[in-house]
């Protein structure tokens, strides 16, 4: 792992072997800078503040070595990524404005993706991991994940059947607490309906009546007009002296009939000229037609602005005219099928609703089942390993309750409150010897008592849930002497089968490692690519009798420091 302008390490290049490798320094050196990029490559949080002064960007680029076929290559290179020589190249760039970038095997990735490849890759622990584990949350979820398929199954289907019931629960909860504004929309269509249904418009009638009361309106105006006009056309019997428009037309006719046949020019002339007298003839025809068919009927003219008054009742509420008026009429008939189903669709939800929240409570009741009978395993386990971290006479338990609510499921025979991941509240406890009660680890354990209660829970995991590498920040914290050995000697046999890397500032932890990194400082306060050194022969007892006494060259500390390697060797 290369790790440039990153916090107080300029440019500098971790190697991590196989094994155990505790990574040691002074206090303020840059270890921390350590886990702070794995996170980084592992798609944590990206933060400005992490970039060195004076540099535009932070980058941290690592190799991890997968397994062709494995979960973590599949997923990697259904993203585009390509191995390289089965191993994984990422790298994270943070810039100085907090802007990230991701790369996977030589593709842009979006940093979400580096995070789901996490969990099949490392499993990263710190003092801020042991405070999440003292939340209940956190709890219940480690002993699911110890519990695997027979948790991990049912709690698919109950989330599944617990997010249905909240969506059915949300909608007739709409449905009854909306009863009344609902049944006043029903009432409004009905009566809306009922007034367009009496009323019976047509498509467009209001424009075909408005045309007729027009005409009605000016009816004699009309009839003198096409008496007029008829007049001019066809002339007036009453005054036969009068040349009308008929006559002059044939008369201009027939003199051009005569001559017709010495010009064809004037031929055609008189061809138009027998076109327009029977043109004049049919519109003379129509207006006489016209003005005997015209209705000038009050009554009629009546009738019809009586209609166009109901149809103006219905557009001032409806639609800007009749035509609008009908679609909301269709539209307000669906609309109150609808809001007429109601009461039917009220009925299937609750019956939907009842199912489902059966179904949950054989669900979590078979979660119930499940995790009591993992718990008991897990609790097991974890107190053996315990035993191998200087706490022999430790016990620990789970405690795996329900709250009672009479709004809830049925477990057990009792009616008890629900969540998105069962009935069950679970809590860890510890007793840490005998005749002490058990007691929530929150309140019952001590800072160095809650680091080894941590690793046995992540040694008990590598044994049924295991990823390749584990990465521990300080877990040993609060913890020395004896405690502090068994820590070392319980972490190199996790090494055995998984790679384990310490930051830590125990000698008796540092000792078991099979591989010892300095982070040491430049005069200038940085770390540059030698201020990461692996330790041998007598370098390495060098730093453990620092960190034993504070002083490299005291032969007492030394000489522990000797014992301490020697011990570990021998126990390996």
Do not use: C
């Not at 994940?145 to 698919?156: M, N």
């Amino acid at each position: 792992m290369r790790i440039r302008s990153l916090g107080v390490i300029d440019d500098a290049v971790v190697e991590l072997s196989p094994g155990f490798t505790a990574v040691t320094g002074e206090t303020g050196a840059g270890k921390t800078m350590v886990v702070t990029s794995l996170g980084l490559l592992l798609g944590g949080r990206a933060d400005a503040a992490l970039v060195r002064i004076g540099s535009p960007s932070a980058v941290v680029e690592g190799r991890i070595s997968v397994a062709p076929g494995d979960a973590a290559a599949k997923r990697a290179e259904e993203a585009g990524a390509e191995l390289d020589d089965g191993a994984l190249i990422i790298s994270r760039t943070i810039s100085a404005e907090g802007r990230s970038r991701a790369h996977l095997g030589g593709r842009s990735v979006p940093v979400g993706m580096l995070a789901e490849l996490a969990d099949d890759l490392v499993a990263v622990h710190g003092q801020t991991d042991q405070q999440g584990l003292l939340k209940p949350a956190r709890q219940r979820g480690a002993l699911d994940r110890y519990a695997g398929g027979a948790v991990a199954g049912p709690l698919a289907e109950y989330g599944q059947a617990y997010r249905r019931l909240r969506a059915v629960s949300a909608e007739l909860e709409e449905l009854t607490t909306r009863a009344r504004e609902r049944a006043q929309e029903a009432d409004l269509l009905r009566f809306g309906l009922a007034e367009i249904e009496a009323v019976a418009p047509r498509a467009g009638e209001d424009a075909e009546l408005a045309a007729e009361a027009e005409r009605l309106g000016h009816a004699e105006a009309l009839a003198s007009a096409a008496a007029l006009a008829h007049g001019a056309l066809a002339g007036n019997p009453e005054d036969p002296e009068v040349l009308d428009a008929t006559t002059l037309v044939a008369g201009a006719g027939r003199t051009l009939e005569a001559v017709r046949s010495h010009d064809p020019a004037l031929a055609a002339l008189a061809d138009r000229i027998g076109e327009i007298s029977i043109l004049l003839a049919d519109v003379a025809g129509e207006l006489a037609g016209y003005a005997d068919n015209l209705d000038a009927d009050p009554r009629r003219l009546a009738a019809v602005e009586e209609r166009r008054a109901a149809l103006t009742s219905l557009t001032r509420k409806y639609g800007e005219n009749i035509d609008a008026v009908l679609a909301w009429a269709e539209e307000g008939a669906s609309r109150l099928t609808e809001l007429d189903g109601d009461d039917d669709r009220i009925g299937e939800l609750t019956a939907e609703r009842d199912a489902l929240r059966a179904e949950l409570s054989v669900l979590a009741q078979t979660l119930t089942d499940a995790r009591t009978e993992a718990a008991a395993r897990f609790a097991d386990a974890v107190t053996a390993e315990l035993a191998s971290l200087a706490m022999p006479h430790a016990r620990v338990s789970f405690a795996i309750r329900q709250t009672e609510d009479p709004e809830g499921v049925e477990v057990g025979g009792r009616t008890v409150a629900y969540g998105p991941h069962g009935a069950d509240e679970v809590e860890l406890l510890l007793a840490p010897h005998p005749g002490a009660p058990p007691r929530p680890i929150a309140k019952g354990a001590s800072g160095g008592e809650l680091s080894r209660v941590m690793l046995a829970v992540e040694v008990v995991f590598a044994g049924t849930d295991p990823v390749p590498t584990y990465l521990f920040d300080e877990v040993d914290a609060g913890v020395g002497g004896k405690a502090a050995v068994e820590i070392g000697r319980r972490l190199a046999k996790l090494a055995k089968s998984a790679q384990v890397v310490v930051v830590t500032h125990l000698p008796q932890v540092a000792a078991f490692a099979d591989r010892q990194l300095l982070v040491e400082k430049t005069n200038d306060g940085s770390v540059t690519r030698s201020g990461v050194t692996v330790l041998e022969g007598e370098d390495r007892v060098r730093e453990l009798s620092r960190m034993l006494a504070g002083q490299e060259d005291s032969q007492t500390a030394r000489a522990h420091a000797e014992e301490l390697l020697a011990a570990a060797r021998a126990d390996a």
